[in-house]
């Protein structure tokens, strides 16, 4: 599987950003997606992920102010980002599991497949 993200850029404190992540190499409806994301300095963390099924499961520290999504036919995932904070300011990583698992995985071991990541800077 092929992973490509995009949609990173520089947004003031309180805007937007749309990320999208376009896959290939496998049926895509086969596959759980994941966003994690990793700042400067720090370890990757887990931001968010949709099940086969539509399932959506995200981080404390996002929930209510980004959403994940998913195009089957598009073969793309999708991570909306509203009200953006000056701590959102990372590395953002798709990531896919073909394996079948509880929503709650988090874990960065638990995905076979990674994009190579897009910044996001929020700042004025």
């Known amino acids: 599987v092929q992973l490509q993200a995009s949609g990173g850029g520089l947004v003031q404190p309180g805007g937007s950003l749309r990320l999208s992540c376009a896959a290939s190499?496998?049926?895509?409806?086969?596959?759980?997606m994941g966003w994690f994301r990793q700042a400067p300095g720090k370890e990757r963390e887990f931001v968010a992920r949709?099940?086969?099924?539509?399932?959506?499961y995200y981080a404390d520290s996002v929930r209510g102010r980004f959403a994940i999504s998913r195009d089957n036919l598009k073969n793309t995932v999708y991570l909306q980002m509203n009200s953006l904070k000056p701590e959102d300011t990372a590395v953002y990583y798709c990531?896919?599991?073909?394996?079948?698992?509880?929503?709650?995985?988090?874990?960065?071991?638990?995905?076979?497949?990674w994009g190579q990541g897009t910044l996001v800077t929020v700042s004025s």
């Open positions: 949709i099940s086969r099924s539509g399932i959506t």
């Open positions: 190499g496998r049926t895509f409806s086969s596959l759980d």
């Open positions: 990531a896919a599991d073909p394996s079948v698992r509880p929503i709650m995985a988090r874990r960065s071991s638990e995905y076979d497949y």
